[in-house]
């Protein structure tokens, strides 16, 4: 722990609530104390004091010297138990959910800013139908369709025997073989359906501690709650995150749960409809291919409905909306569930001459899927170009393209994990045979488009391998030129090569994070050119690489044949190695842990664009701080510094823009290791821009930050002074603190890098200055005790 800080001679009690980051911290580690106590919360976020300041506002004596530490503990809302290890399956929603918070920000572009939020609600619906259609595609057509009608592929798999076409029982006809194929899709739906309203109950209905309405500011308004204009209002014009319903996603949530759930039934009505429909329409009596036809008809119109409320329905922030659209929410899961219902009914209606070959009607289906992605995506770039020309700033990433990359990077996650389920399966049911390359399997195989995909793998890896030289090499001699500024700064007599090479080598490294954006460009186009390409010749030459190259030069042929075999290798590789972890994740609370550093920064936002995305533990980390400052400083009227550290400096600002701008005026925010410029600004302009930030410092009573060369994701907010507000970054902290020995420092400092900010004795310092510059109020009511009533 770093040294008390002296609590300025103005009197009144003073409060240190420390947040923090990444990969969670235990309060005994926060508070420098074995002994601590729950003050209020519970055991998914707590906050925590020292048992020995459980009552320090009774005895304000004893710390007069200091202010009372108090530690909020957040990290079990993303790591807690076991059930996590399922977020792993949705990887893509919350990837293409952070798409949507990339949009940049632009004056005077309502419409454009609505188009860019319904593309990105387009693409994640899209997931859901591709996730859905994959598992349509293992139970529906490798299982039910292929296997269970080859009599060898059925053979060696006894439990396969009762489906079997050879046995001529029941079950045997395609169709009914369908329909109980089809509830393994409906219960992977259904699971969906189940996590996401468990996590809305638990996170999205958490009300922040103010009501109020607040005017949005007309570049960062998407459409109303209601889908209709905002109205004119008299109420002061907040930041996006300082509105009273931007932490309050219930009712969002909520309407596009019900869309995506019944689209998922949707797409499994839909396939075993088609089959059947296709069948009656060949061999079928008028009245099967009549019902065959209105079901089909009203599968569309059904689908319209989803789409309606998909486009329909944006994000209302300016109030805390807790209404629920009952109709939607209610009727159109419902609706849905019941035409699957049906469509199951009429696929398992007696057809005795149908019999099942080739694959499942429908395999268009992931062609058409991967094509209007693109097109999506093309769409979210042009929309994010248009809005980036109407407020550029140097600093975004990829000149506003951002989101569209992102969104890039979902699609392709979505590709790999559902064309490793279905290349395992289809691998595991033809045994020694390579589906689509001979004639030895006993099944025909998953989809060529999913082989294709398999085969451009290795050609992305080496696209991404250049840069990653060239970064390599940039990084060494950048390290290089690094030597003589590192000795510059410690000022140092007698420097020592290898001590100069460690720190050098060390800032060099942690500048690679500014370079992240040029890697994501560059795997995000290359992936939707290559993606583009597998389509094409999905669709040009209806067969797998290997076999669509077998005429061409044999140099081709066999690069051809390579990619395909490697490409199904990798896919398969990635598969076992994510069943892999999550089984991990599930078992071991330290492997969960480290899982959850990527939900820690991944589902920070809330759930604006996939209803199955992770939940966002912001919708309750804020509000508790919000909840926790508010009623501590109007209790007792001190002054409160909120210390947030890496992640929790994020959080600890979003928190104080929750505040009423009362509370604002007794609280400081001090933030170290903060990626709030460097990762959040650059990434999410629209709301941690230099604007976004410049109106945070206006707003805050005092703010400081600090920030090393050698943290590779803490770096400055680049808030300059302005007026009576002095600048927000301090110089950059000495890393290591000294350069060599000396009498205070005997034995060689660590480089920290991202860790123990605390530890500098520039921390203490700035802390105390921060309480120096708050004025203590006058108590609502006298001091009391800080137990569980306080929270």
């Known amino acids: 722990m770093s040294p008390a800080t002296p609590v300025p001679q103005s009197g009144g009690p003073a409060l240190e609530l420390l947040v923090h980051g990444v990969g969670g911290a235990t309060p005994q580690d926060m508070l420098g104390d074995p002994r601590t106590v729950r003050v209020t919360g519970d055991e998914k976020a707590a906050v925590y004091r020292r048992t020995e300041d459980v009552e320090a506002e009774l005895r304000p004596d004893q710390h007069a010297d ?125 699971l969906l359906w189940y996590l996401s309203h468990r996590t809305w109950s638990a996170y999205e209905s958490q009300r922040p501690p103010t009501g109020e309405d607040a005017e ?110 009952r ?58 170009r248009i809005l980036h020309r109407r407020a550029r700033h140097p600093r975004t990433v990829m000149h506003g393209m951002g989101g569209p990359a992102v969104a890039t990077l979902a699609c392709a996650l979505g590709g790999v994990m559902t064309g490793g389920i279905a290349q395992r399966v289809g691998d595991w049911l033809d045994g020694p045979g390579t589906p689509g390359m001979d004639g030895e399997g006993s099944i025909p195989g998953p989809p060529v488009l999913l082989s294709w995909q398999a085969s451009v793998i290795p050609v992305l890896l080496l696209v991404l391998l250049v840069p990653v030289v060239v970064l390599a090499l940039r990084t060494w001699s950048a390290a290089r030129r690094l030597a003589r500024p590192v000795e510059a700064d410690y000022d140092e007599g007698r420097p020592d090569a290898v001590r100069t090479r460690r720190i050098a080598g060390t800032r060099a490294r942690a500048a690679l994070t500014d370079t992240a954006p040029r890697i994501v460009g560059i795997v995000s ?18 067969e797998v690489p290997g076999k669509a190259f077998g005429n061409s030069h044999p140099f081709v042929e066999s690069a051809a044949e390579s990619a395909q075999a490697l490409g199904s290798w990798l896919i398969g590789f990635g598969f076992i190695l994510f069943v892999t972890m999550g089984r991990r994740a599930y078992r071991d609370a330290s492997a969960r842990r480290t899982i959850g550093i990527l939900w820690d920064v991944g589902t920070f936002w809330p759930r604006a664009a996939h209803p199955f995305a992770p939940p966002c533990y912001a919708e309750r980390a804020v509000p508790d701080l919000t909840w926790r400052m508010c009623t501590w ?14 992640q929790g400096s994020v959080l600890a ?7 009423p701008a009362a509370t604002r005026r007794r609280v400081a925010l001090l933030t170290y290791g903060s990626p709030l410029e460097r990762l959040y600004g650059r990434w999410f302009p629209a709301y941690f821009g230099p604007v976004a930030l410049r109106e945070l410092r206006s707003e805050v009573h005092c703010w400081r930050n600090l920030w090393r060369h050698t943290d590779p994701i803490g770096g400055p907010v680049l808030v300059p002074a302005e007026g009576d507000h002095p600048a927000v970054d301090l110089d950059a902290l000495k890393d290591p603190v000294v350069y060599g020995r000396s009498e205070r420092y005997p034995l060689p400092e660590p480089i920290l890098g991202h860790s123990e900010y605390q530890a500098d004795p520039h921390f203490a310092t700035e802390r105390g200055k921060l309480l120096d510059r708050l004025s203590p109020a006058v108590p609502r009511q006298s001091q009391g005790s800080s137990g569980r009533s306080s929270g």
């Not at 139970?139 to 296997?147: I, N, S, V």
């Not at 209606?349 to 058409?368: C, E, K, M, N």
């Not at 600002?653 to 505040?659: F, I, S, T, Y």
Request: glycine residues 12%.
């Open 525 to 542: 186009g290359a992936t939707l050119l290559l993606g583009a390409g597998a389509v094409a010749g999905a669709w040009a030459s209806g």
């Open 216 to 325: 949005e500011d007309e570049d960062d308004a998407e459409e109303d709650g209601n889908g209709e204009e905002p109205r004119p209002s008299t109420t002061v014009v907040r930041p996006a995150l300082g509105r009273p319903g931007f932490w309050y996603g219930r009712r969002l949530v909520a309407r596009l749960r019900a869309a995506h759930t019944a689209a998922g039934f949707l797409t499994v009505a839909a396939a075993v409809t088609g089959a059947a429909a296709r069948h009656d329409r060949g061999a079928g009596g008028p009245l099967m291919e009549l019902t065959g036809v209105l079901l089909e008809a009203t599968l569309a119109a059904a689908s319209l409905a989803v789409l309606w409320v998909v486009f329909r329905r944006g994000r209302s922030e300016k109030r805390m909306d807790a209404r629920l659209d």
């Open 327 to 384: 109709a939607a929410v209610r009727y159109l899961p419902g609706a849905a569930l019941a035409l699957l219902g049906l469509s199951m009914l009429y696929a398992s209606w007696s057809r005795p001459g149908w019999v099942s070959g080739a694959t499942l009607p429908g395999d268009v289906t992931f062609r058409v899927i991967a094509l209007a992605q693109g097109a999506l995506v093309v769409a979210l770039a042009v929309a994010a």
């Open 653 to 659: 600002a979003a928190a104080v823009w929750q505040l």
């Open 66 to 190: 200091r202010p009372i530490p108090e530690a909020y503990c957040w990290s079990n809302l993303t790591s807690g138990n076991g059930a996590r290890a399922l977020w792993l399956l949705l990887l893509p929603f919350m990837v293409v959910n952070l798409a949507h918070w990339m949009r940049p920000r632009a004056k005077g572009r309502r419409g454009t800013t609505r188009l860019y939020g319904v593309l990105v609600r387009l693409v994640a619906l899209s997931l859901t139908v591709l996730l859905t259609a994959a598992a349509c595609e293992v139970a529906l057509d490798l299982l039910a369709w292929q296997c269970a009608g080859s009599p060898e592929c059925a053979r060696e798999r006894s439990w396969l025997g009762f489906l079997s076409s050879a046995q001529g029982g029941w079950w045997s006809q395609p169709g009914r073989r369908l329909a109980l194929a089809a509830v393994v899709p409906a219960a992977l739906v259904g």
């Open 633 to 646: 400083t109007g209790r007792t009227g001190g002054r409160l510094v909120i210390s947030g550290h890496s």
